[in-house]
């Protein structure tokens, strides 16, 4: 069905992809860009959004977006500016069968706001042993496959199968790596403060060892390999040499990890728990340099979690924190204590992850997907339990002061979230 014509006039167009940051309007019609600057003649008529005072930039791109309540979350999503997601497949049951994927490519088709990726089942039941019928989870929608956030695959004789008949296929692989011996029973990062709360911790080894492990199965095999949620400098410096390589490996950071360290922890404030676990002030730096200098993408991790499953003891709470209407200001918060352009600091949530992904969105030339963030970078808001549409409310941020507020989302060209 194509949508209505629309101008979206008086805005600064910010598009990093094609080096676009300049005070000129943006005209939308049959789902696509149709122009820039001056709207066709066939424009006359057209709905005009007045973006006086805002920024236009390409609808964010979420490497990470887990979606428990999926009309809910996809509503937060849009809210957020976020008019793509990949979806981990460590949902209930698991991404690891070809109706699970289509029930969830349809249902997010049906809801009508942010497109849904899904990330098919590396393993059957993310177990770590039997590979999933990679062929058919991606004849059924899958763009790539993953093993989740908490099922590493402990046998590498599996892991390097799994990279070879990926290779043949030309399917990416998205791996969180850490060392599952390494990390045995921890919940924290294993520092100062684990050790002054009485926490097991894990070491930031368990992520060099994973990230090195990998990484030479890449050099047998060729796979393109992503790694999720980097939260060490080990493992920063390693991906650094990778790429320096030329391997054909990416990384992306959790956007929590850009402003929190396990001192955030405080007295076991269950809200901090996070997988990785938030690390040393050094490593936060590292993460910081990485995503500054494009080596990294930044994404939301959203992980929405009831209050059921975070009112407990830190070492028994659910880790992870609700992320989606969180990324565009908590990027443009590490934007400016970095000092970064705002074009480059958009990157990191558009066009670096679509490229990721092999995804068409993250950019506004003429012909792409009319999928448009519109946010006012000067309104000051205050996180809280009310104004987070997702049912997730649990971020260490609620009662924090936020600057930039999505006022518009739209997707193929349709208004799905402001005016």
């Not at 950019?363 to 448009?372: F, I, K, S, Y």
Request: glycine share 10%; charged share 20%; hydrophobic share 45%.
């Amino acid at each position: 069905m194509a949508s209505e014509k629309i101008s979206i006039k008086n805005g600064r167009l910010i598009d990093p992809k094609n080096g676009i940051d300049d005070l000129i309007d943006l005209h939308l019609a049959d789902g696509r860009v149709a122009a820039i600057g001056k709207a066709p003649d066939s424009f006359s008529g057209a709905r005009v959004i007045d973006a006086t005072g805002k920024i236009v930039c390409p609808g964010l791109v979420d490497l990470a977006a887990r979606l428990p309540g999926l009309e809910d979350e996809l509503a937060a999503a849009v809210a957020g500016g976020v008019t793509s997601l990949a979806c981990p497949p460590d949902t209930r049951p698991p991404l690891d069968e070809p109706g699970l994927v289509e029930r969830l490519v349809r249902r997010a088709a049906d809801a009508g706001l942010a497109h849904v990726l899904p990330l098919g089942a590396l393993t059957v039941g993310l177990k770590g042993e039997a590979l999933a019928e990679l062929g058919s989870l991606a004849r059924a929608g899958c763009i790539a496959f993953s093993q989740g956030g908490n099922a590493p695959i402990v046998d590498t004789q599996v892991l390097l199968r799994a990279m070879q008949y990926a290779t043949t296929f030309g399917y990416p692989l998205h791996l969180q790596p850490q060392d599952k011996h390494l990390a045995r029973d921890g919940v924290a990062h294993d520092g100062e403060v684990a050790s002054r709360l009485g926490l097991p911790g894990i070491p930031a080894a368990a992520e060099s060892a994973a990230v090195a492990s990998a990484l030479e199965l890449v050099r047998t095999t060729g796979a393109r390999l992503h790694f999720t949620r980097i939260s060490s400098a080990a493992g920063i410096t390693l991906l650094q040499r990778a790429r320096d390589e030329g391997l054909p490996v990416t990384c992306d950071i959790g956007v929590h990890h850009l402003h929190l360290t396990d001192m955030d922890i405080g007295y076991f404030d269950s809200a901090a728990r996070f997988n990785p676990p938030l690390r040393a002030q050094r490593d936060r730096e590292a993460l910081s340099a990485a995503a500054a200098s494009g080596l990294a993408a930044i994404c939301s991790d959203h992980t929405p979690i009831d209050e059921d499953g975070k009112q407990l003891p830190f070492g028994e709470a659910e880790a992870g924190a609700t992320g989606l209407e969180l990324l565009l200001p908590l990027t443009l918060k590490w934007a400016e204590a970095e000092k970064l352009p705002l074009a480059k600091a958009l990157a990191r949530i558009t066009c670096d992850p679509a490229t990721i992904l092999g995804s068409h969105a993250g950019h506004l030339a003429v012909g792409a997907p009319a999928d448009v963030c519109i946010f006012d970078p000067a309104a000051l808001w205050q996180v809280s339990a009310e104004t987070l549409v997702s049912q997730g409310k649990n971020t260490p941020f609620i009662g924090c002061g936020m600057q930039g507020k999505v006022t518009a989302t739209l997707v193929e060209g349709r208004l799905v979230f402001g005016g």
